[in-house]
């Protein structure tokens, strides 16, 4: 089989139709992904060009090339229109079929219709624009971790020049339909090897995107409070381990806070679930927004929250704990109409230790937490071996107290 024009454009036709029906077939599996079923139509509507392409000679042009082209354009707009899906982005119907009308219009002009290097410019250059344009929202989305996005760019891009390539050697071609010589081109035939190439590249790579993205949407839910959309407990003990052992090397005063909401179960009791689930949203925005990106913050369970702060001192740590706790008490003054009033009591510890374990920094943190809950609530604590000490000395007072049996002292109610 010889790799002439014609070889490959047969060969594209099978290719291009089995790759859309990959991406049609991975849509079903996920049909959450609506870019992969618009990327499998796309695919389909190329392989139905390539097809009416084939045709010339045989039937009209209007059929062979006109409307081969508004195929074709359309193809390319749909990967386009798919690419801003992907990215949550709502699709431009004008947009996307202007190119096709672009080229219906400039049909109808004698003068256009009579130039073959103006076609082949005009054609080259609406596919061109929807590839770069292509390129371009994968670009615009590069904040989401995904690898596969940068070669996707990358191809997108390169097709794109090399498909204005079209426009010199067009115009260098001898243009004679009664011979066909324009497929007898050994640059047309590079250059239809290249499309083959990167059509099925391309759809691999949008594939490996959409697995990419699964897989990084079912890793971030294992680690993220649904809720308050911070890192849940498991995330933040991972981490925190992580990044304590890192700095184990080097290290640095670090402070971790316990922060739990004050008489929280009252407020879903007065207001309901709702106004409690908006309290703690509330909360976890106020916290988050008091720190560094640098600092570790996390939901640990119903409204108790920590945090880590690395390079801090205790009059740092006072300050954005204060900072939080001003500040909720008066993001929650009002909440959705209601007079919640949320306050929180902080506990906090400072190690400057080079040997650290959160477990025990937490604990430490949890004895000044119990202090600022026992004097009374919506205060801010910091651990010391008095207050550590003072809490054993209490429980040894109620153990002694239930076992000669008097009643022990009651417990401040979180």
Not at 138 to 146: D, H, K, N
Not at 221 to 247: C, I, M, S, Y
């Amino acid at each position: 089989m010889n790799l002439d024009v014609n070889t490959l454009f047969l060969v594209t036709i099978y290719v291009e139709a089995i790759l859309g029906l990959l991406l049609l077939f991975a849509w079903a599996q996920n049909t959450t992904i609506i870019a992969l079923a618009v990327w499998g139509f796309a695919h389909l509507l190329r392989a139905g060009s390539i097809m009416l392409f084939g045709l010339y000679g045989s039937v009209s042009n209007l059929i062979s090339i006109d409307f081969a082209n508004v195929v074709l354009f359309t193809a390319f707009a749909l990967t386009w229109t798919g690419a801003r899906l992907f990215d949550h982005r709502p699709p431009r119907p004008v947009l996307m079929f202007a190119g096709a009308l672009l080229w219906l219009v400039s049909s109808r002009i004698p003068a256009f219709n009579d130039s073959f290097a103006l076609r082949i410019l005009l054609s080259s250059g609406i596919v061109t624009a929807y590839t770069w344009a292509t390129a371009y929202e994968f670009w615009r989305g590069r904040s989401e971790p995904l690898v596969s996005r940068w070669p996707a760019i990358f191809m997108l891009f390169a097709h794109g020049s090399l498909y204005l390539l079209r426009t010199p050697i067009g115009a260098m071609l001898p243009w004679v339909p009664a011979t066909n010589q324009l497929f007898e081109s050994v640059w047309l035939t590079v250059l239809s090897f290249e499309g083959l190439l990167f059509t099925i590249s391309i759809a691999f790579i949008l594939l490996a995107m959409a697995k990419e993205r699964t897989e990084h949407r079912h890793k971030t839910a294992a680690l993220v409070d649904p809720l308050t959309g911070v890192a849940n407990r498991r995330a933040f003990l991972q981490d925190g381990e992580a990044q304590l052992k890192r700095q184990a090397a080097d290290p640095h005063p670090t402070a971790v806070m316990l922060l739990d909401l004050d008489n929280f179960k009252s407020i879903n009791d007065r207001f309901g679930h709702a106004i409690g689930d908006r309290t703690l949203e509330i909360f976890a925005d106020v916290a988050s927004g008091s720190m560094r990106h640098i600092d570790l913050f996390g939901r640990l369970g119903g409204e108790e929250f920590a945090a880590l702060l690395r390079d801090t001192n205790r009059e740092r740590a006072m300050a954005v704990a204060e900072q939080i706790r001003v500040g909720f008490a008066e993001a929650t003054r009002e909440v959705e109409g209601r007079p919640v009033g949320a306050t929180v009591s902080i506990g906090i510890v400072i190690s400057h230790d080079a040997v650290l374990d959160l477990s025990a920094l937490l604990a430490q943190a949890d004895h000044a937490l119990y202090r600022a809950k026992d004097s009374g609530r919506n205060r801010i604590e910091i651990a010391s071996i008095e207050l550590i000490l003072d809490r054993v000395r209490r429980g040894v007072d109620e153990a002694s107290a239930a076992s000669s049996g008097g009643k022990p002292a009651a417990k401040s109610a979180a």
